[in-house]
């Protein structure tokens, strides 16, 4: 019966999405067609003899360095998505001056009567209700009911409206509890804004009254947007960001400290405004660029499949929207990046270089694993995948040793490697993680190496868990991992129906070049471990399944976000078959990536409005981006 219903469904969806839809897989289904013919050797051939040889498994490859002609590439590519990305990224201007309640009440005399329509007021920190009243002669007041500060309302512009038809003069204002409140905007049911110049105010308690209410009147917006305030998680980390800057004990502590501790940096940089607070998320989804172009360049040592693989990245829908939101998933795909590039350096060491040479990419790798785990608990599903690809060359090297006869050597320089392993991977990740809590020890008033600090630590660590494993709620948007790898259920991030009737929307979601493509190319990649003995196909798979074999077993609310640390090894994989591709030399080799790639990037051009909030009508919705009867645009 479901199944029917989402046929009926998808036959009820505008003929030219459904056909836009239909020639993406077509061109797919095509290049994987090809993908298979091109790779074939011609029978004969040295290539061919080679094949039937059987080669010992191994990650061994050479190292590509960068040339000049690299960084000319990667520069181009980082300074243009750097362009894209933060255009429009959020204003840098928002109240900054609050008045923080305690038990006062505040009276505004209007100066004259009016007809009272609605109250716009940009909220701080903390949550409550506000206490609001109107009265026409100050001594019958009547009580306004909505003006609230919940805490998915901080940090944005809210409204309430009168709903008394009477003649209003005064205002009168309190709250329950220490509410952070920066601006008041008062209007007519006319709609006009009054004039505060005419206003007088009142307190109760003299000694607090301050001007901040009425003080930056300027920055008022037409309305509430993505633009001027909060929205989704940043209610959270966001704020979580603010409150470390500030030295204040954080309302939202389900996950580790450094992903917010990034966001706070921008918010010290440009002041606590949307462009402040999403700065660092998207000064990293630039840089990511960057170590993800080595990775792809070192390990199959081609500079159209690096450029390539590293569009394909950049333009994904994922990379765009998580990047712009000041959330924490973009320093854990950062990380993992990084972890995964030198991890994957060492393992394709040749079997005989000398113990010192291991070490620098050790440690980096343990760094970097350690820095991801304090920003997000889902970098330590990457730790399973070091963990295995380590012990796989382990393995390797021994067995290369033994047959070389030189086990004794082996069994030293494997002592070694394990101790210093468990420094770096160990000890200096547990360090730095440590560290990481400082923000909430200076809050709490603990010295760092207090027994109140550890305890502190520990107990955080058990809240998380608990928190994240006995989660239970609902959300119209939630997905499986199962959704995700098919690019079916999307979270809408923003919607706002605009008076001129269109609409201003944006999703969290995948292109389908990146998502379908790097799918099939995931699907190819352990037949290539196995039949061309290659260790790269292996690595790029086990990445992607480690990160995404938890989420199999863990019953919590998800989300279609989860899965961005996923795209990066799908942009790996789809580098894979470009560099067979190319190696074969077949065909239309060279052009058939590019023509990959450009299609990602027009994808990218056609779903620009329902990724970024650009006013567009539901007819361009509709016709040419409702892909799927779940997609929420």
Not at 270 to 276: D, L, R
Request: aromatic share 20%.
């Amino acid at each position: 019966m479901r199944f029917l219903e989402s046929l009926r469904a998808i036959l009820e969806m505008h003929p030219f999405a459904l056909f836009l839809m239909a020639l993406l897989i077509c061109f797919l289904i095509a290049l994987a067609i090809y993908y298979l013919w091109a790779i074939q050797p011609r029978k004969g051939t040295v290539e061919w003899i080679h094949m039937q040889k059987k080669e010992p498994f191994r990650f061994q490859a050479a190292r590509y360095p960068l040339d000049r002609w690299d960084a000319v590439a990667i520069a181009i590519i980082m300074i243009l998505w750097a362009v894209i990305a933060f255009w429009n990224l959020g204003d840098m201007r928002t109240p900054q001056s609050f008045h923080v309640f305690e038990d006062e009440v505040i009276e505004i005399n209007l100066g004259r009567e009016t007809e009272l329509g609605r109250i716009r007021y940009f909220s701080g920190l903390n949550t409550g209700e506000y206490n609001l009243a109107i009265s026409g002669d100050r001594v019958h007041w009547h009580s306004v009911e909505g003006m609230t500060q919940d805490f998915v309302g901080v940090f944005k512009w809210n409204e309430v409206e009168n709903q008394h038809d009477i003649a209003v003069q005064y205002i009168r204002l309190s709250a329950d509890g220490a509410l952070h409140l920066g601006e008041l905007a008062i209007y007519d049911v006319a709609g006009n804004r009054l004039d505060p110049q005419g206003f007088t105010l009142w307190w109760s308690n003299p000694e607090v009254q301050s001007d901040a209410l009425f003080d930056e009147q300027h920055l008022i917006p037409e309305r509430s947007t993505f633009m001027n305030s909060f929205y989704f998680d940043e209610v959270y980390h966001a704020r979580a960001a603010y409150e470390h800057l500030n030295g204040m004990y954080p309302f939202e502590r389900s996950h580790p400290p450094l992903g917010k501790v990034f966001i706070s940096i921008g918010i010290a940089i440009f002041g606590m405004v949307p462009f402040g607070w999403r700065f660092m998320g998207t000064l990293f989804g630039v840089l990511m660029l960057l170590p993800l172009y080595c990775m792809i360049k070192g390990m199959f040592g081609k500079r159209l499949v690096a450029i390539c693989g590293t569009l394909v990245f950049a333009f994904d829908f994922m990379h765009y929207t998580q990047t712009r939101i000041a959330t924490i998933d973009t320093y854990a795909v950062f990380f993992i990046i990084l972890m995964f590039w030198f991890i994957y350096r060492y393992i394709s060491l040749p079997y005989e270089t000398p113990f010192h040479k291991t070490l620098p990419d050790l440690f980096f790798a343990g760094l970097f694993f350690g820095l991801g785990a304090a920003s997000k608990w889902t970098s330590l599903y990457f730790g399973l995948a070091m963990a295995l690809l380590y012990l796989v060359y382990q393995i390797l090297r021994g067995r290369h040793w033994i047959h070389a006869g030189k086990t004794g050597a082996f069994w030293g320089y494997l002592a070694k490697t394990v101790g210093v392993s468990i420094g770096f991977f160990i000890v200096l990740p547990g360090i730095i993680y440590y560290l990481s809590y400082i923000p909430y020890g200076q809050a709490l008033g603990y010295s760092l190496f207090s027994r109140d600090y550890l305890q502190y630590v520990l107990y955080n660590q058990q809240f998380m868990w608990y928190y994240h494993a006995g989660l239970v709620a609902t959300h119209p948007f939630s997905s499986y991992w199962y959704q995700w790898i098919f690019n079916i259920r999307p979270i809408l991030y923003y919607l706002e129906f605009l008076p001129d009737g269109t609409r201003s929307a944006f999703a969290a979601f995948g292109n389908p070049a990146l998502y379908w493509g790097g799918l099939l190319a995931m699907i190819s990649l352990p037949i290539s471990a196995i039949r061309q003995r290659d260790g790269r196909a292996l690595a790029i798979f086990v990445g992607y399944m480690t990160l995404l074999a938890p989420w199999l077993f863990i019953s919590r609310l998800a989300f279609a976000y989860h899965y961005f640390t996923n795209t990066i090894f799908l942009a790996l994989a789809l580098a894979y078959v470009f560099n067979r591709i190319l190696e074969r030399q077949r065909g239309y080799h060279r052009a058939t990536i590019i023509a990959f790639t450009a299609v990602t990037i027009g994808l990218f051009i056609l779903f620009y409005p329902a990724l970024s909030g650009m006013p567009v009508t539901e007819s361009y919705l509709r016709i040419f981006l409702r892909w799927l009867p779940s997609w929420p645009i």
